[in-house]
């Protein structure tokens, strides 16, 4: 059987958190903010994925390989709570 490539392994980890996340967001009735917060933060960490993989995508390091595994867990977890929140504050939605 042939091992997967860190980095495939760790951009496939990132994608079933991301399929999740959108799963998650798609079944929240409160007229899509979660769905649009979980958009606008998960953008945010793709833009962050590409600038890691075009700096040194030959020589991750292991922070590098933990933001691809675990980051957007963590963004979104914290993230979205905090976006609703100064969403509600200033009126936005």
Do not use: K
């Amino acid at each position: 059987m042939t091992r997967m490539h860190p980095i495939y392994r760790d951009l496939a980890v990132a994608g079933l958190v991301q399929f999740f996340a959108l799963l998650l967001a798609s079944t929240m009735l409160d007229q899509g903010e979660w769905m649009l917060a979980t958009c606008r933060l998960s953008t945010a960490f793709w833009f962050g994925v590409i600038i890691i993989l075009l700096r040194r995508h030959n020589s991750l390091t292991s922070g590098d390989h933990r933001y691809l595994t675990r980051g957007l867990l963590w963004l979104l977890l914290i993230g979205i709570p905090v976006t609703l929140v100064i969403w509600g504050v200033r009126g936005i939605t």
